[in-house]
């Protein structure tokens, strides 16, 4: 069964880092695009990063440039977000989501509706930031 599994979240302080990582089982990253997006308690999921499979150009949503970066190991099939100086603010659940026709720039603007037409969703991983 094709799937997509989240790991590498925590408890981290207020500056920290902390880098999560996706992996896909059942086919390979190198023919589709790869997001991740968060969500807060109570708040809508919103999209953070995104990356194209064949260029790897990546998109951030604004409140991250420069803080977060996304990467590409197709070697591991793993994809990466690798977060730093992170804020209470970026406390949320994790996801990555994969897709061969996802438009990597639409990613900062996330809808609900876009996030579910994806082909392939991961169930998360929690990141809580402590201030």
């Known amino acids: 069964e094709a799937q997509l599994v989240e790991s590498g979240g925590g408890l981290v302080q207020a500056g920290g880092s902390l880098r999560i990582s996706c992996a896909a089982s059942?086919?390979?990253?190198?023919?589709?695009?790869v997001g991740w997006a968060r969500q807060a308690s109570g708040k809508e999921r919103e999209g953070v990063s995104c990356?194209?499979?064949?260029?790897?150009?990546?998109y951030y949503q604004d409140s991250v440039k420069g803080l977060f970066t996304i990467s590409q190991d197709n070697s591991k099939n793993l994809v990466y977000l690798q977060m730093d100086s992170l804020k209470p603010e970026d406390t949320g659940t994790y996801y990555c989501v994969a897709d061969p026709k996802v438009e990597c720039r639409r990613w900062p603007f996330l809808t609900r509706t876009y996030y579910y037409s994806m082909r392939f969703r991961g169930k998360g991983t929690p990141v809580t930031v402590s201030s």
């Open positions: 059942g086919f390979t990253f190198d023919e589709y695009h």
């Open positions: 990356i194209t499979s064949s260029d790897q150009i990546t």
